[in-house]
T-cell receptor, first 112, second 114 residues
Framework: AQSVSQHNHHVILSEAASLELGCNYSYGGTVNLFWYVQYPGQHLQLLLKYFSGDPLVKGIKGFEAEFIKSKFSFNLRKPSVQWSDTAEYFCAVNTNAGKSTFGDGTTLTVKP | GAGVSQTPSNKVTEKGKYVELRCDPISGHTALYWYRQSLGQGPEFLIYFQGTGAADDSGLPNDRFFAVRPEGSVSTLKIQRTERGDSAVYLC????????????FGSGTRLTVV
């Protein structure tokens, strides 16, 4: 069975700092990869997704993620965070139609 | 509707009681998913419907849990003889087809078993 590891449980940054959140998965076959975000008091929302093609994918609000197949990684990045990026971020992997496996999430706190 | 609707938003029940949690997906979405999220953890898969049928129920923890989607739209997750360990946020999500291009989640039902 596949698993997803998010190594950073809580990240604290100041505004304008650069962000990278780690995500590694264990599965040797073809995967679809996702990042979801949950802002305080809101429901989970899709941030970006990778299926095939260019391994660098861009999502909403200036976020991007890079799929590195050899490292089984799909790290999330943003060059300059804002206070409004404070949220919990979840990485997920899907190996066949239907269900996804989620990581345990990373809480990002951005100090103004 | 405009989004995935889950009711109730909060449910407190006594140990041993029966509960039903409802999910109304986005109109036209054929795939519907139930997940459970405990504090400090990511969503954990329970069951997935394609149309009216359960395509994968491998995540249901035991036979106290059951879900239906009789007309291919609204789904109900049913938990019998609730236990304190069932306390969690139950999330519903839908997608246009069974090909997972990313979910639209509801706001969840917070279940507390006392």
């Amino acid at each position: 069975a596949q698993s997803v590891s998010q190594h950073n449980h809580h990240v604290i940054l100041s505004e304008a700092a650069s962000l990278e959140l780690g995500c590694n998965y264990s599965y040797g076959g073809t995967v679809n990869l996702f990042w979801y975000v949950q802002y305080p008091g809101q429901h989970l929302q899709l941030l970006l997704k990778y299926f095939s093609g260019d391994p660098l994918v861009k999502g909403i609000k200036g976020f991007e993620a890079e799929f590195i197949k050899s490292k089984f990684s799909f790290n999330l990045r943003k060059p300059s965070v804002q206070w409004s990026d404070t949220a919990e971020y979840f990485c997920a992997v899907n190996t066949n139609a239907g269900k996804s496996t989620f990581g345990d999430g990373t809480t990002l706190t951005v100090k103004p | 509707g405009a989004g995935v609707s889950q009711t109730p938003s909060n449910k407190v029940t006594e140990k041993g009681k029966y509960v039903e949690l409802r999910c109304d997906p986005i109109s036209g979405h054929t795939a519907l998913y139930w997940y459970r999220q405990s504090l400090g953890q990511g969503p954990e898969f329970l069951i997935y419907f394609q149309g009216t049928g359960a395509a994968d129920d491998s995540g249901l923890p035991n036979d106290r849990f059951f879900a239906v989607r009789p007309e291919g739209s609204v789904s109900t997750l049913k938990i019998q003889r609730t236990e304190r360990g069932d306390s969690a946020v139950y999330l519903c999500a839908s997608s246009l087809t069974h090909q997972n291009y990313g979910y639209t989640f509801g706001s969840g039902t917070r279940l507390t078993v006392v």
